[in-house]
């Protein structure tokens, strides 16, 4: 028997990204955003509303990164979605984030956090707050990959967000191979 919950946004698992930018004055600034996803080979939307002041600069400056949350940042990622720049301009100082520039667009990577999607705005939607980017370049740090120099999602400890009950939790086992199990059903 199935339970009925109506119309939500339960997805599992909900990547939890960081995304940054910077700001008129060259001030970086970072949100926290769980509501998105890869949209196209080389394109990620989310879901951000225009009052947050890092929509405000990538509307401006036509760029943005996404970093993935690691669990190792619990608390820092946290508290980049329940304080708003506008009303703490040194959240990320406070977060003990620091900053680099990118070297692909107009954008500041999270030392930190080890991986990010380095983006192009494509499009901004005020009315459904849909941002669409154009991902130019992934960067990981040395630290996050495998001897094959591929990222090791072990490595970066991703978090994921559960809507349901307000946690974040790690990914967990590899349970299975893509593009390659379930030939086993081909006849």
């Not at 080389?42 to 993935?68: D, P």
């Not at 080890?114 to 983006?119: F, K, S, V, Y």
Request: charged content about 25%.
């Amino acid at each position: 028997m199935r339970k009925n919950f109506g119309p939500k946004p339960y997805t599992y698992p909900q990547p939890v990204f960081i995304v940054a930018t910077y700001g008129e004055n060259g001030e970086p600034d970072a949100m926290n955003a769980a509501w998105g996803g890869i949209s196209d080979d080389t394109q990620i939307s989310l879901c951000l509303s225009a009052g947050h002041k890092t929509v405000r600069n990538l509307r401006e400056r036509g760029a943005f990164t996404v970093s993935m949350a690691d669990a190792k940042h619990v608390v820092e990622c946290d508290y980049l979605g329940v304080v708003s720049a506008n009303d703490e301009p040194k959240k990320l100082e406070i977060a003990g984030f620091h900053a680099v520039k990118s070297d692909f667009v107009d954008a500041p990577l999270l030392e930190e956090l080890p991986m990010a999607l380095e983006c192009r705005v494509v499009s901004y939607d005020p009315a459904t707050c849909r941002l669409v980017g154009e991902i130019v370049n992934v960067s990981a740090d040395s630290s996050i990959l495998d001897e094959a120099g591929k990222i090791d999602p072990e490595k970066l400890d991703p978090i994921t967000f559960d809507p349901v009950h307000n946690t974040y939790r790690r990914l967990g086992d590899v349970v299975g191979n893509a593009f390659r199990d379930g030939l086993s059903l081909k006849k």
